[in-house]
C-alpha cells in the first residue's frame, strides 16, 4: 500500500476562497482523522470518522470547516471562506478499528498559506 | 477529558548517550498508546505501537513502556545518533479509536 495520501501538498491561497484538501486512506483502514498543527499549537484534531461516519467533530474551529467522507477511500476537509488564520499544516491519518493491534499511519500532509 | 504531556519539551544529548523520554496522560482507560516521530517539515512516522494489555514493545534501539495504572510511558532511545534528531510525540488511543497527542519533545543529538 502506498500509504495515506493526501492532496495537494501545498495550496497557496487568497482570503475568502474556498480551499479543499483530499485523502486516501489505507486500504482496509476505517477510521480516519483530519489533524491541523501549528507552531503555537501543536497537533489538534479537528474531525474523526469510523467506517464512514463522523464520531467527534468538537475540534472543527467554525462552520466555514466541513468534512466528508462518502466512502471508505476518499475524505475531503473544506475551509470556506478561508482565513489567514486557517494557514497551518493539515494532516489526515487512518487506522483499523477492527484491528486494534495495528498503528495509525499519516500522510505527509498539505501545507495551507493563506494570503 | 484527556490531557497528554510529554516532559521535557527539549533536549539535547551527546551522541552515544542513553535517553528516556517521558509521556504522562490523565485518564488510564485508554486501548492503546503510540509513539511517532517527526522531522522537520515531514509528517508523522509511527515508532511503536503498546497495546493495553502490553508493559512494552521493543524496536531496534527503540523500547517503549507503558504503565496504565499511574498513567504513564516511556520512551527510551539507545546509543542514541544524530539520526534520532527529531521531535518525539506520543499518542493516547481511547476505546472509539481517537488519539490525543502530547505536545512532543524536540531532541538533538549532537555528533
Known amino acids: 500500500d502506498a500509504g495515506v495520501i493526501q492532496s495537494p501538498r501545498h495550496e497557496v491561497t487568497e482570503m475568502g476562497q474556498e480551499v479543499t484538501l483530499r485523502c486516501k486512506p489505507i486500504?482496509?483502514?476505517?477510521?480516519l482523522f483530519w489533524y491541523r498543527q501549528t507552531m503555537m499549537r501543536g497537533l489538534e484534531l479537528l474531525i474523526y470518522?469510523?467506517?464512514?461516519?463522523?464520531?467527534?467533530d468538537s475540534g472543527m474551529p467554525e462552520d466555514r470547516f466541513s468534512a466528508k467522507m462518502p466512502n471508505a477511500s476518499f475524505s475531503t476537509l473544506k475551509i470556506q471562506p478561508s482565513e489567514p488564520r486557517d494557514s497551518a499544516v493539515y494532516f489526515c491519518?487512518?487506522?483499523?478499528?477492527?484491528?486494534?493491534?495495528?498503528?495509525?499511519?499519516f500522510g505527509q500532509g498539505t501545507r495551507l498559506t493563506v494570503v | 477529558k484527556q490531557e497528554v504531556t510529554q516532559i521535557p519539551a527539549a533536549l539535547s544529548v551527546p551522541e552515544g548517550e542513553n535517553l528516556v523520554l517521558n509521556c504522562s496522560f490523565t485518564?488510564?482507560?485508554?486501548?492503546?498508546l503510540q509513539w511517532f516521530r517527526q522531522d522537520p517539515g515531514k509528517g508523522l512516522t509511527s515508532l511503536l505501537l503498546?497495546?493495553?494489555?502490553?508493559r512494552e514493545q521493543t524496536s531496534g534501539r527503540l523500547n517503549a513502556s507503558l504503565d496504565k495504572s499511574s498513567g504513564r510511558s516511556t520512551l527510551y532511545i539507545a546509543a542514541s545518533q544524530p539520526g534520532d534528531s527529531a521531535t518525539y510525540l506520543c499518542?493516547?488511543?481511547?476505546?472509539?479509536?481517537?488519539?490525543?497527542f502530547g505536545g512532543g519533545t524536540r531532541l538533538m543529538v549532537k555528533p
Open positions: 503498546i497495546q493495553s494489555s502490553q
Open positions: 486500504s482496509g483502514h476505517n477510521s
Open positions: 485518564d488510564s482507560a485508554i486501548y492503546n
Open positions: 470518522f469510523n467506517n464512514n461516519v463522523p464520531i467527534d
Open positions: 491519518a487512518s487506522s483499523s478499528l477492527r484491528d486494534r493491534a495495528t498503528e495509525a499511519f
Open positions: 499518542a493516547v488511543i481511547n476505546a472509539g479509536n481517537m488519539l490525543t
